[in-house]
């Protein structure tokens, strides 16, 4: 088969020796596949986009800009359609007479061109500028429209609103001005959020302010909230699209939400109302599919540990535990090792409360305690359909554990998590349920325990000067600290959140040795376990931080957040 051809920016890259025609033809097929744009296989393969501009002005005669000098409020983002913002490939500048001027990573992009011609009616006139620039400004620009929502006039903010659903009121005008303000308010919210590829959601109501604030990189941070007497009407649409019981205010409720983002990609959002004092507390949480599809090689498994885990997927029966606290990823490492078993020769099922990701191929179960359906009857009931691989969403009782391990006794692989701080004490955790030490030695494989750290922004980060005997302190070792050593810090800049950009897994993973099992079978406890570890060459949770802080992944101050006790 004759390799694509080269066309458009990757051609002009390739004439002024940005790529190789090698990496080029490369490049173009990962686009392909994983359906991303040019420029984003370009960035995600380490090509700058500073380098991406300057070819680009250069080959195609457009002159080149630097985005740095706009102010985000006097973008005309307005009559751009949303999904053509969304789509994060250009940005509209200025509008002067029935002439547009739009600042493109990739001019040779004639679709877009087309589209901004069509949905404005207007002339377009091109320059060139950064496409990470270009994804700053529109985040920017998405902000400042949520805060323009909240800045009501005088007269809409003097309204007095009566207690009730979004639905009431007289259907006077400055009720339906407010429901629809509401409406624009929270669908820009959720949009938004997932732009800044935020975690989780959190709407607060309190006395006398109302609070939102969205979760980027594990850290909350506060967003321009609306009044305070909009609250209840904002909690009652997102209850609506959520699809729960409005008119019940007093016990806690759980919902889901579908987001469709563009065409075959689609977001969910886990909802939770919650009485508190001052009315309900609404969190969502966002289920993007894709992150359950990165690949392992994405999570931030060292090479040994990323062995460690696939020896265990292997293995035709037997138990793989993830452990660690709410929010750590242990979601995310599941689905990933169910995506490499999920194949035509296997019957996989899972029990969650509530499944989080949806996956093609797997049979996934919502339990549902009011009716019965607890992860213990739902494993009875996998037992019985021939299962190859079976996933518990966590074990909690004696019952759900004893049921799962007769389960990995019996020729079925089963994965499942705990919540515990580290791997050894996962196994004595399970002691203390009253599992007998025979059968988890017997059973229990792996044990992964898991947090989640922020990445450094390779931009902006810098050389930290700690001193030698500090960083031994922290846990380097004397042979490690030597010349020419290393650690970074974060510092900021317009490409970053306070100096970090993403997140990464750091790992503790433990097989269950021969040795480990005498010890469990005797009674022993975590602190004879942890010890018996370190003979076997494990590193725990701090070890495989401070490889993450010495290969400059993270800074020292991030892995004491989320590791030192």
């Known amino acids: 088969m004759n390799p694509p051809a080269i066309t458009g920016l990757l051609a002009a890259l390739v004439k002024t020796s940005v790529i190789e025609p090698r990496q080029a033809t490369e490049i173009l097929e990962k686009s392909r596949a994983s359906k991303e744009s040019i420029i984003q296989t370009l960035i995600n393969s380490g090509i700058s986009s500073a380098k991406i501009a300057q070819s680009a002005s250069k080959n195609f005669g457009i002159p080149q800009i630097d985005l740095d000098a706009f ?60 496409a990470q620039k270009i994804t700053r400004l529109l985040e920017e620009a998405s902000s400042n429209s949520m805060a323009d929502l909240a800045n009501l006039d005088d007269d809409l903010a003097n309204i007095q609103i009566d207690e009730g659903d979004i639905a009431g009121g007289d259907g006077s005008s400055e009720d339906n001005l407010q429901d629809d303000i509401v409406v624009k308010f929270v669908t820009k919210a959720l ?20 609070r939102i ?18 609250a209840d009407r904002i909690v ?20 889901r939400i579908k987001l469709k983002i563009s065409a075959g990609r689609s977001i969910d959002f886990r909802v939770n109302s919650l009485p508190t004092l001052f009315g309900e507390k609404i969190v969502l949480r966002i289920l993007d599919p894709t992150s359950a599809q990165l690949g392992i090689d994405s999570l931030g498994y060292e090479e040994d540990q990323k062995k460690l885990y696939m020896k265990a997927l292997e293995r035709p029966y037997g138990m793989i535990l993830v452990t660690g606290p709410t929010g750590s990823g242990k979601t995310v490492s599941l689905y990933t090792g169910l995506n490499i078993l999920n194949t035509m020769d296997r019957n996989i099922s899972t029990a969650e409360d509530p499944a989080e990701i949806v996956v093609p191929g797997i049979n996934q179960v919502n339990v549902n305690a009011r009716v019965g359906l607890t992860f213990a009857s739902a494993l009875r009931a996998f037992l019985r359909q021939d299962p190859d691989v079976i996933m518990v969403g966590e074990i909690r009782d004696l019952e759900t554990a004893e049921i799962a391990i007769k389960a990995a006794q019996t020729g079925h692989l089963v994965l499942s998590t705990l919540h515990t701080n580290d791997a050894p004490q996962t196994l004595t955790r399970l002691l203390n349920m009253g599992v007998p030490g025979y059968n988890i030695a017997s059973s229990v494989n792996l ?30 070792k004397p042979t490690d600290v030597q010349e020419g050593f290393k650690i970074f810090k974060a510092v900021g800049c317009d490409q970053c959140t306070n100096g970090y950009k993403g997140r990464v897994g750091i790992y503790q993973v433990m097989p269950v040795s021969e040795e480990m099992g005498r010890i469990i079978m005797r009674g022993g406890n975590s602190m004879e376990l942890a010890e018996q570890s370190v003979k076997e ?26 590791t030192k006790d």
């Open 447 to 476: 044990i992964i325990a898991q947090r989640l750290a922020r990445r450094l922004c390779n931009n902006c980060k810098k050389v930290d000067h700690v001193p030698d005997e500090e960083l031994v302190r922290e846990g380097f």
């Open 213 to 230: 604030r969205v979760r980027i990189d594990g850290i909350l941070t506060e967003i321009p909230p609306p009044p305070r007497q909009l």
């Open 537 to 562: 060459g494990i590193n725990d949770l701090r070890q495989s931080g401070l490889r993450k802080v010495k290969a400059g992944v993270t800074s020292l101050e991030e892995l004491n957040r989320v």
């Open 191 to 210: 949009t938004d959020a997932i732009r800044r590829k935020a975690s989780d959601i959190h709407i607060e109501p309190y006395e006398k302010i109302f």
């Open 71 to 130: 102010d985000t409020t006097d973008l005309p983002t307005s009559i751009v359609p949303a999904k053509l913002l969304e789509n994060g490939n250009a940005l509209p500048l200025r509008k002067r007479g029935r002439r547009l001027t739009v600042a493109m990573a990739d001019p040779s992009d004639l679709g877009i061109l087309e589209n901004y011609r069509f949905s404005t009616n207007l002339t377009i006139d091109v320059v060139v500028a950064e």
């Open 236 to 255: 009652s649409r997102v209850k609506v699209m959520s699809r729960m019981d409005i008119s019940e205010r007093r016990v806690p409720q759980d919902g």
